[in-house]
């Protein structure tokens, strides 16, 4: 059963790809759709992206080995996709409409009036895009050899096709559509085991007395001894809350929406279903006490913990529902970053960087998205086949990465004029510089700081932002000028 | 409440709840008056 939902869904997923095929003419509807998307489209997109195989996976397995402290990162990143819209969706959505602009590396490029920034933004955005797509394929790969029944390099290798043909061939379209798709999956498959779980264990109340019993901690918002005391809830508040707005997968789905009027139901129903969603991290505190009571086997590794206790306690059809909405998970995040990789190479580092902004024919532009995008995909794929440790560690790092050499220029920047140039080089540049070394000096036991170091890098990028630009001269920029946004400006 | 920590109960309960129906109540006040900008 689990097989045959399992193929059910990659053949709906192909068929959406040939679907949008037709419907590609330039790089702005490949990588952009054409902006005529709806709110629940838009919305969905959002929600899905923001929930990767990390959210569905890695978090249950989290939330199995420390209890409630690391289901914080689900309430901090509800509360990440609300700031988001509220501070960055209006102004991003106008501004790029008005100046014709594709990317985020675009957007900073108008805002800053300098090529540097768009250089360093764009090199962010791919080294991060880059090392986060090898966890997706890491994912993929062990969730379709669960479902399909066959080693991991056929079941990598199934994934990745598939993931090849409907990307390339539909692009954004096909990716938004898919993306529909998969948060409806999502959200049928987490209140299943929300609910299910909660009956199983004996409501919320009994849960939590067991769980206390285990450990006291389990039942804190932080550990008062264990790994996850009071500096990961501070950072975990940082990096999901704040850190939110630097995702370029996530928030350049908010200028693709058909009109701002319609952001307002994107931005309540992203919030939502994500939060919907997030109820399956529950399954690992279920897990967790059936484990203890020995009722289900202990499983061999944190990523197991969801699949197993799934597997053991649903029907197979509910089991085949979830295991394609974490395939789901997986896949939306996948083409988001394959997509946005592609983009910064074709639009930020070939077409304005090298071309100087010529215009290309729409037909070549197509095809060079197209096959740039291939390229990407079979990139990341033979890295992951064999990561190097510098690929690990940006994949591991990505979420800072992002946080630190975006938010600054780009949240604070959009909405406050006085932010200069200068300060937005250096910024971006030290937050991506202090993101990775950071987490190499801790990864390598040399230093570790008390705070996550993405938490440490986007702070470090922040303050040096605002310090420059008030001792920097002042400067006047096209986007702030009249008829742009009125909240802005 | 239901035997958790105070901060986690409200974590729980209130800051995530809270944190969608900002989103609701932002979402129907802002943006009321579009105009001209929101042609395509």
Redesign the interface.
């Known amino acids: 059963m689990t097989l045959t939902i399992g193929i059910i869904y990659l053949l709906v997923i192909l068929v959406i790809g040939l679907w949008s095929m037709k419907r590609q003419k330039d790089m702005n509807t490949f990588y952009l759709g054409g902006?005529r998307f709806g709110p629940w489209l838009i919305a969905f997109a959002v929600s899905s992206t923001t929930m990767s195989g990390f959210g569905f996976i890695g978090i249950p397995g989290l939330v199995y080995e420390n209890g409630?402290p690391s289901?914080?990162i689900i309430?901090f990143a509800?509360?990440g996709?609300?700031v988001s819209?509220?501070i960055l969706a209006?102004p991003m959505r106008?501004i790029t409409?008005k100046f014709g602009a594709l990317t985020i590396p675009d957007l900073l490029e108008l805002r800053y009036n300098s090529k540097a920034v768009r250089g360093i933004a764009a090199i962010a955005i791919l080294g991060g895009a880059i090392g986060y797509q090898m966890a997706q394929y890491k994912a993929l790969g062990n969730m379709l050899q669960t479902v399909l029944g066959v080693d991991y390099q056929l079941a990598l290798i199934i994934g990745v096709v598939i993931l090849t043909f409907y990307v390339v061939a539909g692009g954004m379209i096909s990716a938004i559509w898919t993306d529909f798709l998969q948060m409806l999956v999502m959200i049928i498959g987490s209140l299943i085991v929300f609910i299910g779980g909660m009956n199983l264990v004996g409501g919320?109340?009994q849960l939590?007395?067991d769980l206390?019993a285990i450990n006291p901690d389990f039942?804190?918002?932080?550990h008062t001894t264990g790994p996850i005391g009071i500096f990961a809830f501070i950072s975990y508040f940082f990096i999901y809350v704040i850190g939110h707005q630097g995702q370029p997968h996530v928030v350049s789905k908010f200028y693709m929406i058909?009109?701002?009027?319609l952001?307002?139901?994107?931005?309540?129903i992203?919030?939502?279903t994500y939060?919907i969603t997030g109820l399956l991290s529950f399954s690992g505190l279920y897990a967790r006490v059936l484990v203890e009571q020995g009722e289900m086997a202990v499983p061999q590794s944190a990523d197991m913990v969801a699949p197993m206790f799934i597997e053991a306690y649903f029907p197979s059809v509910v089991a085949g529902l979830i295991f394609a909405a974490v395939m789901a998970a997986i896949m939306s995040t996948s083409e988001a970053f394959l997509l946005i990789a592609s983009q910064s190479v074709v639009r930020d580092i070939y077409q304005q960087i090298i071309k100087k902004g010529e215009e290309l024919p729409q037909k070549k532009e197509l095809r060079l998205s197209r096959w740039v995008t291939f390229g990407v995909i079979v990139l990341t794929f033979l890295i992951s086949l064999n990561p190097p440790d510098l690929v690990g560690w940006l994949g591991n790092a990505s979420w800072g990465i992002f946080a630190a050499s975006l938010v600054p220029v780009l949240s604070i920047g959009i909405i406050w004029k006085r932010a200069t140039r200068i300060a937005a080089i250096c910024s971006s540049f030290l937050g991506f510089i202090c993101s990775v070394g950071l987490y190499i000096l801790s990864v390598k036991d040399i230093y570790t700081p008390a705070l996550d170091t993405g938490a440490v890098a986007f702070m470090i990028s922040a303050v040096s932002f605002v310090i420059i630009s008030l001792v920097t001269k002042p400067e006047n920029s096209l986007v702030f000028e009249e008829g742009t946004?009125?909240r802005t400006a | 409440m239901?035997?958790?920590?105070s901060?986690?109960t409200?974590?729980?309960f209130v800051?995530?709840p809270m944190?969608?129906l900002?989103?609701?109540l932002?979402?129907?006040f802002?943006?009321q008056d579009?105009g001209e900008?929101?042609k395509?």
Do not use: E, P
């Open positions: 902006r409630y289901m914080m309430i509800t509360a996709i609300f819209f509220l209006k106008k409409q919320m109340s939590n007395s206390s039942v804190q918002a932080y058909r009109k701002v009027s952001l307002k139901w994107a931005c309540i992203a919030a939502s939060a946004d009125k | 239901f035997g958790l920590s901060l986690m409200f974590m729980l800051f995530w944190a969608i900002a989103a609701a932002w979402g129907i802002a943006f579009v900008d929101d395509q």
